[in-house]
């Protein structure tokens, strides 16, 4: 609701209930909005969306702001979350922890902690070296992964002779209860032999500074280059005007709402486990443990209870998880595990952590003509799975984004550190590039004198000139950006910003306003399975390869399948996160689940019908060319004879057979979504403090199969980057490596009376390689928002004469920013 009680959607939202999305309209309200304040159904439509005289089984699902199916279950408590599994004998695990970030093990005696009342089993790296016999896989040299030449740099279940970051596994304690294990582990005596230890990326690429890898040099895991450096020397030489910054890319941690917890048990007549935890996909960790125990995949059973958050770096595997497999072989009874929050500060994989220097040519009509970038990423101690090749994957290609950029070289170099090892996370890639673009922009409006929106208007890629390749290689087919741009601007009322800021300066305050377009590449994995079923029993079952972790998948898989066999939402099933009941399948991650995910649905769903055209052809004794399929029933052209759907479930069933299909979807590559922030913020200069007062998103996300979660997803992922851009930061003491960010009274996190009230539209360019023309929503909102905040922080204190702030912008930074700006007047 916004301030004066009427409904944002009526100005925020496009189309709820059209199903072709192939053009945008404009200022037509939606026919309904979670508040139904304003539920004016559209011409032809009833005030539930059913087109007038339709009947509910074919009531259109896809494109329309329905409630979640999930949200009864976990408003009332009904959730199941992995903390919450009591299973039979259940035992509890601690891990015992090294506090040094460099230090040499020189014995570890645990002779006193086994002997305690209660406890099981107390495991050290030499315990388990016949059961766990590789550490967590990098596949840094593991086709097709190894897109640089960089070392495995792998990460142990448990640290054996040398810890390399502060809150490395040395030790696993399983004990009665959970009270037991803590104290037994408190009695583990470790002796360490401290060694210097590198922290910061300056301290780490120093002559002679201590080596976190012996096979890595100076510290330096891989140089990786892209692009034609002396076009781009040449290019930028020939420029009126060069533009350069240098920005930093705040390292930070997924605190996920609920914390990291898993239960392992082992059933010894089949010689199988079970593992229940919160995770980005079944198979995958499947995969990861088999290939860590080198044991089959039908050994091995993952189930994902209800998950509260993952954001990328609940994707990976991390040490606790094969150790209790280890366990719960060993004692032959469940054991659980559940991370406390300080240790989640410690031991969850962090994120981002750039050192980004970037140069932008300008000719002398405003024209871009090169840009250079250089950036340095501090990634730990170790190489989570894969996450070399994310960053190379979803970095470089987005540098540019919209712009019309002739050419481009790019530099990354990987450092390794004393730190907690980093993987994904929420806009892996595209923040960086979009941040440091648009930082690029705004220095060259400044460098130029050219008003910053006129500069963007005049090299944005118009909707002529698709397929565009950017300069970092990605190849955009579709995308609004002059739209978003223009839209962004209305809805933001920036031509009333000077007059606001002017009524801002009578009450002591700096106001500034900032924008960022930008383009994400989404999709990672390109393909996905699904499985249709219907049932004797009247439902629809759908199993997907994807998985939710609060994206709503029982809701949009449900809607998706609605439509696609013309039955009532309420009579579909969604199943996923069971490697026993899903066939196969890539999780979810990079925004792909609803392009890759409901390709796969619209698919087993057709070959469903098509499969049903022929058994129901058997049952009518007629052609199958003379069957058609309407609102869930199979018709002889020309005749009222027919059978339902669910009829010929029964049929099948009768004959000890199902009634279902499935199918692989497959797309070539990556889709692009893109968009426009605006942000506008005050500051007092008396202390620095921070306001945000307005944020307004336009987001290109294809399709948008429901609205309503589309824009819990924009604010949502725009919470993140807002804390990422003015509050959040991990922090670490420079020489002992200790963390100093270890609970959340260190670790600022946004909280709702931090945020303004979103305004969001949504434009919906559609994506053709897939059947719903979706394009990613996941992490859109994430990728626009730091550079739009950090944009208008700067915008207020350029007003004032102060110098740059990097992200996070802090009272305490803007402050002595101001303060900076007093001095030199």
């Keep these: 609701m916004a301030p004066d009680g009427s409904c944002r959607r009526r100005r925020a939202s496009r189309r709820p209930w059209s199903t072709d999305r192939s053009r945008s309209s404009k200022g037509s309200p939606p026919a309904t909005c979670p508040a139904r304040c304003c539920a004016v159904p559209p011409p032809g439509h009833d005030t539930a969306g059913r087109r007038t005289g339709e009947s509910r089984a074919v009531t259109r699902q896809v494109g329309a702001p329905i409630k979640r199916k999930e949200d009864r279950r976990f408003l009332t408590g009904q959730g199941v979350f992995t903390d919450d599994i009591a299973l039979e004998h259940q035992a509890h695990a601690v891990v015992v922890r090294s506090p040094h970030a460099h230090a040499r093990i020189q014995s570890i005696d645990v002779a006193a902690a086994r002997a305690m009342t209660g406890v099981l089993l107390v495991l050290t790296a030499g315990d388990v070296k016949g059961e766990i016999v590789r550490a967590i896989p990098s596949y840094s040299k593991t086709p097709p992964f190894d897109v640089v030449d960089a070392p495995e740099a792998p990460h142990p279940a448990l640290a054996g002779e040398t810890v390399r970051y502060a809150g490395e596994p040395v030790a696993f304690v399983v004990a009665e209860t959970l009270a037991a294990a803590r104290d037994a582990a408190e009695r583990v005596a470790v002796e360490y032999e401290p060694l210097d230890a590198v922290i910061d990326i300056d301290r780490a690429l120093a002559p002679g500074a201590p080596t976190v890898w012996s096979d890595a040099p100076g510290n ?81 059973r993952v189930i994902v209870p209800d998950t509260g958050g993952g954001f990328g770096a609940r994707g990976s595997v991390y040490p606790e998880y094969p150790l209790l497999l280890v366990a719960a072989r060993r004692l032959g009874r469940a054991v659980k595990w559940t991370a406390e929050r300080t240790e989640s500060f410690l031991s969850d994989y962090q994120a981002r952590d750039h050192v980004l220097r970037g140069e932008l040519g300008v000719d002398g009509t405003g024209l871009f003509t090169a840009m250079r970038v250089r950036a340095d990423w501090r990634h730990g101690a170790y190489f989570t799975s894969r996450n070399v090749w994310v960053m190379v994957h979803y970095f470089p290609p987005t540098l540019g984004g919209p712009y019309r950029i002739p050419l481009a070289h790019v530099s990354l170099r990987g450092v390794f550190s004393h730190t907690t090892p980093l993987a994904a996370y929420r806009g892996i890639g595209r923040i960086e590039a979009n941040y440091l673009t648009e930082s690029l922009v705004e220095a060259a409006a400044r460098e130029t004198g050219i008003d910053r929106i006129e500069l963007r208007r005049r090299n944005l890629v118009g909707p002529g000139s698709f397929p565009w390749t950017t300069p970092g290689g990605a190849v955009l087919t579709s995308g609004a950006f002059e739209e978003s741009l223009t839209r962004a601007l209305e809805l933001s009322d920036w031509r009333g910003f000077a007059e606001r800021r002017r009524a801002s300066q009578t009450t002591g305050r700096l106001r500034g306003i900032g924008l960022g377009l930008y383009v994400e590449n989404d999709g990672s994995t390109p393909t996905e399975f699904a499985e249709v079923e219907a049932t004797a029993t009247g439902r629809v079952v759908v199993r997907v390869g994807t998985q939710d972790f609060g994206m709503s998948h029982d809701t949009v898989f449900s809607q998706i399948a609605a439509d696609a066999l013309d039955v009532p939402l309420d009579v579909v099933d969604v199943v996923f ?86 199918t692989d979807f497959v797309t070539a590559g990556d889709a692009h979504a893109s968009g426009c922030h605006v942000c506008e913020v005050t500051i007092d200069p008396e202390d620095g403090t921070l306001t945000l007062d307005r944020h307004v998103i336009v987001a290109d996300v294809g399709r948008a199969i429901n609205p309503l979660v589309v824009h819990g997803q924009m604010h949502g992922g725009a919470a993140q980057g807002v804390g990422q851009a003015v509050m959040e930061q991990v922090l670490h003491d420079p020489e002992s490596g200790q963390l100093h960010s270890g609970s959340l009274m260190d670790y600022a996190m946004p909280r709702a009376d931090d945020l303004p009230t979103m305004v969001v539209e949504l434009t919906e360019s559609v994506e053709a390689d897939n059947p719903l023309g979706v394009k990613g929503a996941g992490e859109n909102a994430t990728t626009g928002a730091p550079a739009a905040v950090m944009n208008a922080v700067r915008d207020a204190l350029h007003a004032a004469g102060a110098d740059h702030v990097d992200m996070p912008a802090t009272a305490h930074q803007i402050w002595r920013a101001l303060q900076g700006a007093r001095k030199k007047r």
């Excluded at 990291?260 to 935890?277: I, Q």
């Design 220 to 300: 330096v895991s891989f140089d990786w280059q892209s692009g034609d450096a002396s076009a781009v020397e040449s290019a930028l030489a020939r420029s009126t005007h060069v533009a350069r910054v240098a920005v930093v890319n705040n390292r930070v941690t997924p605190l996920f709402l609920e914390p990291r917890s898993a239960v392992a048990e082992y059933d010894a007549p089949s010689d199988r486990w079970t593992l229940r935890l919160g995770c980005q996909g079944a198979h995958g960790i499947r995969a990861v443990l088999c290939q860590i125990l080198d044991v089959k995949p039908e050994k091995l």
């Design 577 to 662: 996160g069971d490697t026993d009941q899903v066939l196969r399948g890539g999780g979810s991650h990079g925004s792909r689940s609803a392009r890759m995910g409901g390709g796969a649905v619209v698919g087993s769903s057709q070959k469903l019908i098509e499969l049903g055209r022929e058994l129901a052809a058997n049952l009518l004794e007629a052609g199958a060319a003379d069957i058609t399929y309407d609102a869930g029933r199979f018709t002889v052209v020309g005749t009222d004879r027919g059978v339902g759907l669910f009829e010929i479930a029964s049929a099948a069933s009768r004959r000890g057979e199902r009634f279902a299909a499935h």
